[in-house]
């Protein structure tokens, strides 16, 4: 079985078709990241309208480059939410159109079913069950993956995503948006114990996590100060130990609970350097195998969305006629 898949939720537009036989044969991405960052931040209606005029041209190019005719393609899936409802709108409208003109099956995905089972698409994929840590701009959070359909998220944000926290300090000390990436990269010149902020969440039991009052820390930890460049670099450092700190102990938390040996690392924060470090040297302290699928499976692209579609469309799930957009759809 051949599955078109489609991503539209947030800021990235993608195409790609997984084989039930051969595997992923193409998968293409367009990120509107540049377009977003003159205004600090996802603007809705300018994602909408991009993923309008992008994703068609992406459907034809994931299509040559699995050297496949329309005709080819036995099913189509998109992501039907959670996610930017008008968005979604523009995915769940071109995967029901194509699989109405191609008169093949259509069904919607979640969008965290499709991150928890994208190590799946890697050679050296985990078994089930696994733990599955998700560390993006949009979600924070660690689940059970016990198989198809049957996750138990057993901590989550109560706020700010992980990564959302890195972009609003990084707005904070001036670098631009998505400013993650950018903070990581200052906090290598800085220098641990002149600032010092909490680390949410560790005093009280549980999984979750709470990371909007670290930007306010900071806030508070800098009032009165005035930051140089040597100064901006230090409450990076500062602030992403924090947000490193408190992922691991969450993670030490999680692995004792339930016991599992396997854990999943995804998401754009996943790609920081410091937690890979911390997360690994974890790994080898208390014997767990720590997987970071390819970083392209990552952050959201549409593999994931044909790879999570073509297992539920084997299971027989398939959608009728309506269109799927929700906004808010708990997993
Ligand atoms: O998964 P992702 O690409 O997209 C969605 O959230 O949909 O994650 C992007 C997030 C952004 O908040 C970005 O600042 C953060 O991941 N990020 C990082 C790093 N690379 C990306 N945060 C910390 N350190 C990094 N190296
Ligand atoms: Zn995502």
């Known amino acids: 079985m051949k599955v078109l898949g489609i991503e ?35 603007v809705p209606e300018l994602a909408s309208r991009d993923h309008v005029r992008k994703l068609l041209p992406l459907v034809e190019r994931a299509l040559c480059e699995a050297a496949l005719e329309p005709e080819q393609i036995d099913a189509v899936a998109y992501t039907a939410g959670p996610g930017l409802a008008g968005a979604l709108l523009v995915g769940a409208s071109v995967a029901r159109s194509l699989a109405f003109a191609w008169d093949c099956p259509v069904v919607g995905v979640h969008h965290l079913e499709g ?15 696994f733990l599955a840590l998700l560390v993006s701009g949009g979600h924070t959070l660690i689940a059970q993956v016990r198989g198809l359909g049957d996750y138990e998220i057993i901590g989550t944000s109560l706020d700010d995503a992980a990564g959302e926290a890195f972009d609003k300090t990084a707005k904070l000390l001036g670098l631009p948006y998505p400013g993650g990436p950018a903070l990581a990269q200052l906090a290598r010149q800085g220098r641990a114990g002149r600032f010092r902020l909490p680390r949410p969440m560790l005093d009280r039991p549980g999984l979750d996590f709470s990371f909007s009052g670290l930007k306010t820390a900071v806030v508070v930890a800098t009032r009165g100060v005035e930051l140089d460049a040597q100064g901006r670099a230090d409450v990076a450092c500062e602030f992403q130990q924090a947000v490193v700190d408190t992922l691991l102990a969450k993670c030490v938390r999680a692995i004792a609970q339930t016991g599992l040996s396997t854990l999943v690392v995804a998401g754009g924060v996943g790609a920081n350097r410091a937690l890979r470090q911390a997360l690994t040297t974890l790994g080898e302290r208390r014997g767990v195998r720590v997987l970071y699928p390819r970083p392209e499976f990552c952050t959201d692209n549409a593999a994931m969305i044909a790879y999570a579609g073509y297992r539920r469309l084997i299971e027989g799930e398939q959608d009728g006629l309506q269109i799927r957009a929700a906004a808010r759809w708990p997993l």
């Open 8 to 42: 539209t939720s947030c800021d990235e537009t993608a195409a790609a078709v997984y084989d039930g036989e051969r595997g992923l044969l193409s998968h293409c991405l367009y990120s509107q990241a540049q377009m977003h960052a003159e205004y600090g931040g996802v």
């Open 115 to 129: 991150h928890l089972l994208a190590p799946l698409l890697d050679a050296d994929a985990p078994d089930f069950p």
